[in-house]
């Protein structure tokens, strides 16, 4: 991905294969697996690519492409799949094509079939690489493909990237391409890089479908209670998974491969027009993630969820930013990161760069066999079903900022910012740093809810009254829900602005109170007071939900706005309480902060604010409480361990186990070894049996310890794993 595209990704902080879980639904190719090697996909996990992105201006450039040579180093660090380049964003073609435009220095020469054939011959799966939008090539030669931004300038003209439209006839153009890749070469899977719009387009062929669709002109005042405004912003990804599965379809009419399209789009914001129905497009996601294990972490439960087969993938380089082609992160954080994969059963696509005459370093491949070899031992053991109490709901419909409204869309200053993206880091690091069993679940597979005890609404900025129902179900049937901020308020124009789960919630909406600088909660019941001791408030950077407490509910804390209106302090005059900060009232305002209510069999919890999207210790000890308060335990596990060390608890049926992982997270390099105290519940009905350390099978010792097994681990530096057996 360029520079630009990288700005947008936010950084956080960051399945059956031997045993029960899911398995592909798509069938190899019949020379996929020779005797001794894993099958594609669901036996791969250590899976790689190298970018090569080069143009062909001066003879030199890939001018030593050796096939041999290059996938012998990939074979030697022990990959067991490669995604070779087709094209790149240079819209150049490295395969004999009768369709596009060769790579000059290829001189006659087929560099993606050569590297084909070198797979097949070192038991490698080979799967195409083919870059979608961003084709400098077509961007040249095809004025009317480009994207057009809103100001009428041809997009990234004075950029090292030329993006074109997916509704022109630019995909006319990939079809063709994908009918000649797929039909003439032997690979197992295709990945299409780039599935996003990099701008919101206002080309004429953009501008006449929505004006066919909609009859209407496309809107560039951002407006979220505009239904010309929001009608655009669903035809977008509508247009986008159009496109996808048009490629995809392309693909499984010729060939039954894998197919995946880039998903590291899941967590940006309304502006790529990314729907995460993309998965339809998919048999497995993937996308390529460079902010660090937390981050990956929470990537790899909501991938878990979302994709069709397992396991998935995440990718990531191997310097810390693609926009630097040598300095190579150092190993011990490369290997922390390839646990991460290891911690949730999915697979890892590591990411290398070509030089520019077509070589590579070998010395990276000489410390990458090690890496691949340490992880390689856990592989016969993942899989399986992730075991959790608690679900974050992520809701890519509320993914933009509602100060945004009224903006022209060539101003847009903060497009990146998203209240409910930052809640749902925030939750994730809550749930990770306080050992509580976490996935994730989205707006488009709110049927897993069902396989949970809890469920956290994280600053959810649109929820549909359908979407609304379920939560009630699930609270209703004795489910618990946690909801901050805005969380369920109906947005959509024409309508009142009320809580759709008012009833559950025990609140009615009256608007908004405080300052966009800071508020406060204060706590009026004992427990609370003494988790935010010594302080008296917790603050949060921003005003807060205004609601009337409906009769029966608990009010837990209160709001407590600033003594003085932050906004009016002046150099002249003075008027403000402290000249560096804006310090609370010296009394609680009435209106309710926290409120706990029953509703049917279940409870809920209501915040006036996200205060678990601020990384502050109180802010995270604050939510923690919160959520036990109204989920008690006993949890799927506890885990007395360091805050770094994050733990995952998979249930393999078929081969009567449980499967433990544990991760030290830590960010300082070298980790320093920590120790833990691990205590599983196991499944109902189920008797434990032996617990075995992986991946030598030394046994070790358990104890009951009320509805837990608990043991012990000593301590480890990064890794360690285990196996409860159960009858």
Known sequence: MDRRTFNKMMALGGVQVASGGKTPAVA???????????????????????????????????????????????????????????????????????????????????????????????????????????????????????????????????????????????????????????????????????????????????????????????????????????????????????????????????????????????????????????????????????????????????????????????????????????????????????????????????????????????????????????????????????????????????????????????????????????????????LRQGHLPYGVITNVNLDQLKKYRAVILPNVLELTPEQAEIFRAFVAAGGTLYASGSSSLDRRPGHERRFLLEDVLGVKYKGAVGSRKITYITPRDAALSKVIWPQDHASFPGTMTLVEALPGCEVLATITTAFVDPELGRAIGSHFAAIHSDPPALRPGPDPAVVVHSFGKGKSIWVAAPMESKDEAVNIHLTQHLLQRVLPSPYRFELDAHPAVEMTLFDQPQSHRLLIGLLNMQTAMPPIPVGATVRVRMPTGRTPGKLLRVPDLKLFAWERKGPYVEFKVDPFEVFHMAILEYA
């Open 28 to 430: 190899a190719s019949p020379a996929a697996s020779p005797a001794g090697m894993a099958k594609w996909p669901s036996q791969t996990y250590r899976r790689f690519s190298v970018d090569t992105h080069v143009p062909d201006w001066d003879p030199q450039l890939l001018g030593h492409f050796d096939p041999a040579a290059f996938i012998g180093n990939i074979a030697r660090a022990g990959f067991q799949s490669m995604v070779q380049y087709t094209n790149s964003h240079v819209g150049l073609c490295l395969w004999n094509t009768s369709v596009g435009q060769k790579h000059a220095n290829m001189h006659g020469r087929d560099f993606f079939g050569e590297v084909v054939t070198e797979c097949r011959r070192n038991n490698i799966h080979p799967l195409a690489y083919f870059s979608v939008i961003f084709d400098n090539w077509n961007f040249e030669h095809h004025p009317d493909w480009r994207i057009l931004s809103a100001e009428g300038n041809n997009a990234r003209v004075d950029s090292r990237y030329g993006i074109v439209c997916p509704n022109s006839p630019y995909r006319d153009y990939v079809v063709a391409c994908v009918k000649e890749i797929v039909g003439n070469y032997d690979i197992e899977g295709i990945f299409f890089d780039m599935t996003f719009w990099p701008e919101v387009c206002y080309c004429h062929h953009c501008a006449e479908r929505f004006r066919r669709e909609q009859n209407a002109e496309l809107p560039r005042i951002v407006d979220w209670n505009d239904p010309v405004w929001r009608a655009f912003q669903k035809a977008r990804p509508a247009w986008l998974l159009e496109f996808a599965e048009l490629v995809t379809g392309t693909v499984k009419k010729i060939r039954p491969i894998t197919v995946n399209h880039q998903y590291s789009t899941i967590f940006f914001n309304w502006t790529t027009g990314v729907p995460l129905e993309l998965t339809q497009a998919c048999d497995y996601v993937g996308g390529d993630f460079y902010g660090g294990p937390a981050q990956q972490s929470l990537v790899c439960k909501a991938y878990n969820g979302l994709s069709k087969t397992h396991p998935f993938e995440f990718h990531t380089a191997r310097t810390r930013i693609f926009t630097d082609h040598v300095t190579m992160k150092p190993m011990d954080e490369l290997r922390t990161e390839s646990y991460v994969a290891t911690l949730h059963s999915a697979a890892l696509l590591l990411v290398d760069y070509i030089n520019t005459d077509g070589t590579q370093n070998p010395q990276v491949y000489d410390a990458l066999k090690p890496l691949n070899e340490q992880r390689a031992v856990y592989e016969p053991f993942l899989g399986g079903d992730l075991l959790t109490d608690i679900a974050v709901y992520y809701d890519k419909n509320s993914m933009y900022n509602p100060d945004e409204n009224g903006v022209h869309i060539t101003k847009l200053t903060a497009a990146n910012d998203c209240p409910h993206r930052d809640a749902v880091i925030g939750a994730a690091r809550v």
